[in-house]
T-cell receptor, first 109, second 114 residues
């Protein structure tokens, strides 16, 4: 079983749609959680950290369920510019980051 | 501007040749990392360094070497022992290697075999 698993997609959605990504992790001692965005052939960029109480940044909402060991990212009112691969990232003991393989999102006009 | 600079952007290697990828940061970060990304896969950790003159192997260190002589610089050498070097190489840094520190990435080097 992979340490961090994501649905690879692709998710093809129309502009304005709401889309949700889920990510599961296997290490119950995982400490910190992040969502990164990676555009085609570019480096990953930090989208947002994920806090236990859930957090929102504009159209983006991240949630963490420690009991079930999953993280989610919700994108509301999706834009063409949201098209990218979204990486779920988990930190384990010692600060090591474990990356999921990413979920591809394609927003169509 | 503060950031992480990787060079070159594209690199071609002949069989049996060692090549070195450059990574420089001016963020005053203590920790630096090298990852490899293959198509359709997540990032895999090659080496990391928490402080000058110290570095540790990651999950796939075989065929690679690093040095950390200066805080700002963490070059990666892909040796001839790395039999499948074609990949996208990403350097990252963080304030330290604490559990809640996100990492920030350079824009990567694409390495290909001639």
């Amino acid at each position: 079983r992979k340490e961090v698993e994501q649905d690879p997609g692709p998710f093809n959605v129309p502009e304005g749609a709401t889309v949700a990504f889920n990510c599961t992790y296997s290490n119950s001692a995982s400490q910190s959680f992040f969502w990164y965005r990676q555009d085609c052939r570019k480096e990953p960029k930090l989208l947002m950290s994920v806090y236990s109480s859930g957090n929102e940044d504009g159209r983006f909402t991240a949630q963490l369920n420690r009991a079930s060991q999953y993280i989610s990212l919700l994108i509301r009112d999706s834009k063409l510019s949201d098209s990218a691969t979204y990486l779920c990232v988990v930190t384990i003991q010692g600060g090591k980051l474990i990356f999921g393989q990413g979920t591809e999102l394609s927003v169509k006009p | 501007d503060g950031g992480i600079t990787q060079s070159p952007k594209y690199l071609f290697r002949k069989e049996g040749q060692n090549v070195t990828l450059s990574c420089e940061q001016n963020l005053n970060h203590d920790a630096m990392y090298w990852y490899r990304q293959d198509p359709g896969q997540g990032l895999r950790l090659i080496y990391y360094s928490q402080i000058v003159n110290d570095f540790q192997k990651g999950d796939i260190a075989e065929g690679y070497s690093v040095s950390r002589e200066k805080k700002e610089s963490f070059p990666l050498t892909v040796t001839s022992a790395q039999k499948n070097p074609t990949a996208f190489y990403l350097c990252a840094s963080s304030v330290n290697r604490g559990g809640n520190q996100p990492q920030h990435f350079g824009d990567g080097t694409r390495l290909s075999i001639l």
